[in-house]
C-alpha cells in the first residue's frame, strides 16, 4: 500500500521536490537548513520536509530554482515506504526531525508569491456579476482551467494585467486543490488578445454554473435580441438606421458590450464621426 503525506496547515508540514539532483547545492545555498531536516529518497531525487503552520502558494520554481517544487496547501508528497515504478521510497532523515522552516525563507516567499490572502483586492468588473460567480466558489479540478482563464480575460478587461495576475493568483491559492505555478502560467498564456470581446456569453459556455442573469450585459443570442434590439428599437426617436445597425454590429460583433468607436466604425464601416454621434445619441437616449 502506498501513502502520501498531506501539506499545509493540515498536517503543519511543507514539502520540498526536488527531481534533479544538480539542484540540490543551490538550493542548500539558499536553505542551509535543507541538509538537517527530515528528508525521503524518492526515484528521481529527494523530498524535503519542514515544519510550518503556514500555508504557502504552491509553486514548481520554489526560490527561483528550476523543476524545485514547493508543495504546501492541497498538495501531498508520496512517503516512504511506497513503491512507485518499482522504487520504494525511503527515509533518509526521519519525519520526527523535520526542522522548523527557517524564518530567512518567508520574505522571500511572500515576495515571489505575493497572494496569501483569502480577501481579494478591489477590482473593476463593468457590470458582470460572474466575476463574483467565479471568485465566490471553489472551483472542482475539471473546471480549474476555464475558470482561472475565465475570470481572467473577464479582469483583464477593466483591470491592469498585474492587478488581473494578483487576483486569479489569489483565488488560484484559495482553491482546495491549486493548480501548480506552472500551469497557472499556461492558463494566462491562452489568453489571446481577443479577450477584449470575451463576454458572459464566451464564460456560460465554458461555466456552466455562472449565472449571468444580473450582469449589465447579459449578450448575445435570443435575450440580446429582444433587449438591445427590439426593446429599444421603438424608443429609437427618429428610428435612425445607423442607429439600429450599430445596436447590431454591437450585438453581433462585441457580445452587447460597446467598444471603442474606431473598433465599431471599422465594423460597421460607417465613417467614425457619424458613429460617434450616433453612440452618444443612443447613450443619451438611455440605449446604451
Ligand atoms: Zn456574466
Keep these: 500500500m502506498n501513502l ?9 508540514l511543507v514539502g520540498i521536490d526536488v527531481d534533479d539532483p544538480d539542484q540540490y547545492s543551490p538550493l542548500e545555498k539558499k536553505i542551509p537548513e535543507i541538509s538537517g531536516t527530515a528528508r525521503s529518497k524518492t526515484p528521481r531525487g529527494y523530498h524535503f520536509y519542514f515544519n510550518t503552520d503556514k500555508n504557502f502558494p504552491n509553486t514548481m520554481t520554489f526560490l527561483g530554482l528550476q523543476d524545485v517544487e514547493l508543495r504546501s496547501r492541497g498538495l501531498y508528497c508520496v512517503a516512504p515506504d511506497s513503491v512507485v515504478d518499482g522504487i520504494t521510497y525511503v527515509w533518509e532523515n526521519p519525519l520526527d526531525n523535520a526542522l522548523e522552516l ?17 480577501v481579494y483586492p478591489p477590482f473593476r468588473s463593468d457590470g458582470q456579476k460572474c466575476i463574483q460567480q467565479i471568485l465566490n466558489r471553489d472551483i472542482e479540478k475539471g473546471l480549474r482551467n476555464d475558470s482561472l482563464f475565465c475570470l481572467y480575460c473577464l479582469l483583464l478587461k477593466k483591470n491592469k494585467p498585474s492587478h488581473a495576475v494578483r487576483i486569479i493568483r489569489t483565488k488560484n491559492f484559495n482553491l482546495a486543490r491549486s493548480l501548480t505555478e506552472n500551469e497557472l502560467f499556461w492558463v494566462c498564456s491562452d489568453v489571446k488578445e481577443s479577450y477584449n470581446l470575451f463576454g458572459c456569453d464566451a464564460v456560460r459556455k465554458r461555466l456552466p454554473f455562472v449565472d449571468c442573469s444580473g450582469c449589465k450585459f447579459f449578450y448575445r443570442g435570443f435575450r440580446m435580441k429582444e433587449n ?61
Design 4 to 12: 502520501a503525506i498531506a501539506l499545509g496547515s493540515v498536517s503543519g
Design 228 to 288: 438591445l434590439i427590439l426593446k429599444h428599437y421603438k424608443s429609437i426617436p427618429d428610428r435612425s438606421p445607423v442607429k439600429v445597425k450599430i445596436l447590431e454590429i454591437i450585438e453581433l460583433f462585441f457580445d452587447g458590450e460597446l467598444p471603442s468607436i474606431t473598433k465599431l466604425s471599422r465594423t460597421a464601416k460607417i465613417d467614425w464621426r457619424i458613429v460617434d454621434k450616433a453612440v452618444k445619441e443612443l447613450k443619451m437616449e438611455g440605449i446604451l
Design 102 to 118: 527557517p524564518d530567512h525563507i518567508l520574505p522571500f516567499l511572500h515576495e515571489h508569491d505575493a497572494p496569501v490572502s483569502s
